[in-house]
Every structure is written in C-alpha cells, then in structure tokens.
C-alpha cells in the first residue's frame, strides 16, 4: 500500500501546537502523547488557517 503524502507539514504543526499550549508535549513525547482533545484542537485551528487563506484576497 501506498504512503499518503501528510496534509500538513511538521512546521505547521508544530506552530499550531505552539499556538495552542502543547508544544512541550510533543517536544517531550512526540506526537504520540498528544491527547484526542489537543489533536481535534490543532485539527480545527489548522482548518480555521486554512478558510482564512481561501478567503482573504491575495494581491
């Protein structure tokens, strides 16, 4: 099977994660010791980044 190519990049991520206060976590931990609350947090930030890219004109 093939790999998917990620969705984000790791630098967005890491912004966001920033952003959000867990940072340090996955500094620590890695992704994996996000929790599902921190995740469907950097999930929708990344999705509200992205509507307002889509959005805002670009000269």
Not at 26 to 32: D, K, L, S, Y
Request: no cysteine; proline share 3%.
């Amino acid at each position: 099977m093939a790999r998917r190519r990620p969705v984000m990049s790791e630098q967005l991520k890491y912004e966001l994660a920033r952003e959000l206060g867990f940072a340090d976590v996955v500094e620590r931990e890695g992704w994996g010791g996000v929790t599902t609350r921190n995740a469907g947090s950097l999930v929708r930030a990344a999705i509200e980044r992205a509507e307002r890219s889509v959005a805002t004109p670009h000269a």
